[in-house]
């Protein structure tokens, strides 16, 4: 059985006076990634000779620049990372050459590196959750930047993409999320399970039917669902309460099941018509306008015919292979005191993007169900970019206080304010002065936003359109 550890005390790795505070200048120059527009914004104006006829001028991008000026500029990786660095720039697995360059002083590694969307990730990973990467991504990372056998820790692990692929790809799951729903999301998938094990739980259980006491919560579900649901979260605080550090597998993989099942758009889940489940839930304001627009009613949903459907969805190519040794925990990133030194072979996180995410409000339904309070978590909202920058700072001088020697930190992020704002940059700036090496930044380039299919969103416009990837290496 995993050994799940928790715990959150005094943070140790530093004083508050090492942190950088002062203001970083923002640029509005997109990076490498994008597609420029037609048109002739960077023509050379045209010279002429002493005859009056035009010159041929090379132009030159002043922004961009070959990787082979690593060396000369002093931005070169470590040599024990030449060899995989070498096999990103040669990478062909879309069928494009990789365009390495630098831009602002840091190297970019540029292509289309994984398919952005959950195609191609083992099922067990496709759980909705809003601002998540894919598990094509964190394999990506771990295949390249972890031994087999090795220790991958997530210190924001949101639903458990890093953990869940770790132990997929036969490596050691740490993680760390100050939102205890990460626990609840996580756990269950790294422990062995069958859905016959879930089924004849099912049977077992006899649901004590009673009125309905969170009436507010019928702008979601039918009366006998939300029947079914209260009974279910009643049976759950008997069965597997919150606060047990080993509760029993099967209740722990039913109460996940219903988390990722509560609210969305389609049948195969428990509520009526709702946003899609990687949008943010509407608030119950929200929920009844958009029920007084379509006209329809809730219809009436089977609990246990979904929990076997979204169990058999998970399962479909079994339970993950490794099911020892993982440690999860509820904590903030900069504090993971139950992490010994130097003991982490790569730390693969993506912090939340400044203030684009309410991580309370997008998930007061998950919440309500699992009989938690969200709102006195210390969630990270910053609408400073320093302030930003110096949480990304805490989080990564705790990241090399666990990172062995040598060992690798990649911190995914992407753009934000209408794509005027690389959040890279900001993390390269976090990270000077610290004993780290900064490698360079991958760049998943993809053909649409990540937001577009849930929010309805323009290609290129609106969401977050790239996976940016920060590479350090652990001095």
């Known amino acids: 059985m995993p050994n799940f550890s928790s715990g959150c005390s005094v943070f140790k790795g530093c004083s508050m006076s090492e942190l950088q505070s002062t203001q970083l200048p923002i640029s509005l120059v997109r990076p490498p990634g994008y597609k420029r527009k037609a048109g002739n914004a960077n023509a050379v104006p045209a010279q002429r000779n002493a005859t009056g006829r035009p010159v041929r001028v090379r132009r030159i991008r002043p922004l961009y620049a070959p990787l082979s000026l690593l060396k000369r500029s002093g931005l070169g990786p470590l040599p024990r990372c030449n060899q995989i660095l070498s096999g990103i720039r040669s990478y062909k697995g879309q069928g494009s050459k990789t365009h390495a360059c630098i831009s602002n002083d840091i190297p970019y590694l540029i292509n289309a590196f994984w398919r952005p969307n959950a195609g191609g990730s083992h099922p067990i990973q496709k759980g909705p959750y809003h601002a998540c990467f894919s598990g094509n991504l964190a394999a990506f990372c771990i295949e390249r930047f972890s031994p087999v056998g090795g220790i991958v820790h997530d210190p924001c692990g949101g639903r458990g993409t890093t953990a869940i692929q770790s132990a997929l790809m036969g490596r050691i799951a740490y993680s760390t999320d ?16 069958t859905t016959d094990d879930i089924r004849a739980k099912l049977k077992t259980l006899d649901l004590q039917l009673k009125p309905i006491e969170h009436e507010d919560m019928l702008v979601f579900f039918h009366p006998q669902t939300l029947q079914q649901l209260e009974a279910m979260r009643r049976a759950l605080a008997q069965f597997a309460p919150v606060d047990d550090a080993h509760p029993d597998p099967i209740w722990d993989w039913i109460r996940m099941a219903i988390l990722f099942r509560l609210t969305g758009h389609t049948s195969a889940y428990l509520s009526r018509e709702t946003v899609q489940p990687n949008a943010p839930t509407p608030t119950i304001a929200a929920q009844r306008r958009r029920n007084e627009r379509s006209g329809l009613t809730a219809p009436e949903r089977d609990l246990d015919e979904i929990i076997i459907a979204r169990s058999k969805g998970f399962l479909r190519h079994g339970c993950v292979p490794n099911t020892h040794g993982h440690k999860l925990a509820v904590g903030a990133a900069w504090d993971t005191p139950w992490i010994a030194d130097g003991t982490v072979d790569l730390t693969l996180t993506s912090p939340p993007f400044a203030d684009v995410v309410d991580y309370a409000k997008d998930n007061w339904v998950r919440a309500w169900f699992a009989g938690v309070s969200l709102e006195d978590v210390g969630f990270s909202h ?3 970019l320093t302030d930003w920058t110096n ?32 959040l890279e940059r900001f993390v390269w700036d976090a990270a000077e002065g610290l004993p780290c090496k900064r490698i360079c930044v991958v760049v998943n380039q993809q053909a649409f936003t990540k937001s577009a299919h849930t929010l309805g969103v323009t290609n290129g416009e609106n969401g977050t359109n790239s996976n940016r990837i920060v590479i350090l290496q652990r001095s």
């Not at 990564?396 to 690389?422: D, H, M, S, T």
């Open 178 to 193: 100050i939102n205890p729903l990460s626990l609840m999301m996580t756990r269950p998938r790294l422990r062995a399970i």
């Open 382 to 384: 910053h609408k400073s």
């Open 391 to 422: 949480m990304v700072r805490r989080i990564l001088i705790e990241q090399i206080r666990v990172v062995k020697p040598g060992g690798y930190i990649a911190i995914e992020v992407g753009e934000i304010r209408g794509g005027q704002v690389e």
